[in-house]
């Protein structure tokens, strides 16, 4: 069976059958900024949303309104772009948690995959090395970790994590039991939520890499 990261309860059986189908979390990538839409790398740096970026961040209101989530737990990174996509979208944040930043990039911080490749051809966050930076084993034992507390919380309400791109994409391929690595299959857009279920108990996923507008 696909399992729960790691050992969590599963909506579906239990104590939590009332649950079963119906339990949900919901990921958001934070709006565009100057730096995502120039496709630098953009991990510890702070860069505000940028005009674009806002008005995507407040489409996502009507549906994520739609969505109808039970009682959300609101998580956010701490970063600025996604504390403010969030409060764009409508949503009260329960608490802003370091887990939920971004791969940290170590010496690639700020430059384009173009960039790194003119010294490391073929390289990818997901495939290579990041000097100063994030292991791939590091990513995802910190996508467990949040898998973890949102399975916890999934037996009574749903979740909702406002995050960015690549850890964002981690989290979808562990949420499958998948690698890390696999994270590289699904596109998420700034200003983009990708929601995340159950069928019969095993992880799947419902809607990705939808817009708001």
Do not use: C, K
Request: charged share 25%; aromatic share 6%.
């Amino acid at each position: 069976m696909t399992s729960a990261p790691r050992g969590a309860a599963v909506p579906g059986s239990g104590r939590d059958s009332d649950r079963a189908g119906s339990a949900r979390v919901v990921l958001i990538r934070h709006g565009e900024t100057e730096w995502s839409r120039t496709g630098r790398h953009t991990g510890r740096t702070d860069i505000p949303l940028a005009d674009e970026g806002r008005r995507r961040a407040a489409a996502l209101a009507g549906p994520l309104t739609a969505l109808r989530p039970t009682d959300p737990l609101v998580l956010t990174s701490p970063r600025e772009r996604a504390v403010r996509t969030a409060e764009l979208a409508g949503l009260e944040i329960a608490r802003r948690w370091d887990a939920l930043a971004e791969w940290d990039y170590g010496e690639f911080e700020g430059l384009t995959t173009e960039q790194i490749r003119e010294h490391t051809p073929d390289w990818t966050v997901w495939t290579h090395p990041t000097p100063g930076g994030e292991s791939v084993e590091h990513v995802q034992s910190r996508a467990d970790l949040v898998w973890s507390v949102a399975h916890s919380q999934l037996p009574v309400r749903d979740v909702i994590l406002v995050g960015h791109g690549h850890f964002s994409r981690a989290l979808v391929a562990r949420w499958i039991d998948a690698p890390v690595v696999e994270g590289r299959r699904f596109a998420l857009s700034p200003g983009a939520y990708t929601v995340l279920g159950f069928e019969h108990g095993v992880p799947q996923v419902v809607q990705h890499n939808v817009s708001g507008t």
